[in-house]
């Protein structure tokens, strides 16, 4: 199964951009590239996904690498909201109308007021 | 309100002692899936389930039974606990596998410990 890398941690500063990477060199062609992130004592919460081109939601914007084997989630400007574990997953495909999330150990960003 | 519903939120038991956890979701979604979070691994899928009737085994399926009679619920079934079940779970819905129907909705997790 295809898996990702992320760092343990990062800072920011409260109102700057943030960017968060991650690394997925056994990505699959048929592979979307979800980033979910968990708040304290709350279950995990969908931030935005991609396949091969870039994507912006209103939470985030979605950076893809051309080979696909990197990606990096990019908050235009941090809150003290945003302090959560942020995950990098790979959505494969294992049989007809199946699916599996894979995730990685996730990023730690906090936010420095 | 759309949403992913558990019960119970937190549950101490005793080894052995059979106990379900319940998952029910209003959003008419096909998928649904139980995962597991315990510190240094992450997130890890148990169980998951395509539709009703139809379930398969995600990563981590030992210990732990699934059913899906109906749509909106996917109780989590531990047949004889063990300590190292202690962990906090989640389950999670998603309309289907394709583009923006492929957001999973989390609910708000289970601590459980299992003495």
């Known amino acids: 199964d295809a898996k990702t890398t992320q760092p343990n941690s990062m800072e920011s500063n409260e109102e700057e951009p943030v960017h968060l990477p991650c690394n997925h060199s056994?990505?699959?062609?048929?592979?979307?590239i979800h980033w979910y992130r968990q708040l304290p004592s709350q279950g995990p919460e969908y931030v935005i996904h991609?396949?091969?081109s870039n994507v912006n939601n209103r939470m985030a914007s979605l950076a893809i690498a051309e080979d696909r084997k990197s990606s990096t989630l990019i908050l235009h400007r941090a809150t003290l909201r945003d302090a959560a574990v942020y995950y990098c997953?790979?959505?494969?495909?294992?049989?007809?109308?199946?699916?599996?999330?894979?995730f990685g150990k996730g990023t730690k960003l906090s936010v420095i007021p | 309100e759309a949403q992913v519903t558990q019960n119970p939120r937190y549950l101490i038991t005793v080894t052995g002692k059979k106990l379900t956890v319940t998952c029910s979701q209003n959003?008419?979604?096909?998928?649904m899936s139980w995962y597991r979070q315990d510190p240094g691994l992450g997130l890890r899928q148990i169980y998951y389930?395509?539709?009703?009737?139809?379930?398969d085994k995600g990563d981590v399926p030992e210990g732990y039974k699934v059913s899906r009679k109906e749509k909106r619920n996917f109780p989590l079934i531990l047949e004889s606990p063990s300590p190292n079940q202690t962990s906090l779970y989640f389950c999670?819905?998603?309309?289907?596998?394709?583009?923006?129907?492929?957001?999973?909705?989390f609910g708000p997790g289970t601590r459980l410990t299992v003495l």
């Open positions: 056994t990505i699959s062609g048929t592979d979307y």
């Open positions: 991609g396949l091969t």
């Open positions: 999670a819905s998603s309309f289907g596998t394709s583009g923006r129907a492929n957001e999973q909705f």
């Open positions: 997953i790979l959505r494969g495909a294992r049989g007809a109308g199946s699916y599996q999330l894979t």
């Open positions: 959003m008419n979604h096909e998928y």
């Open positions: 389930s395509m539709n009703v009737e139809v379930t």
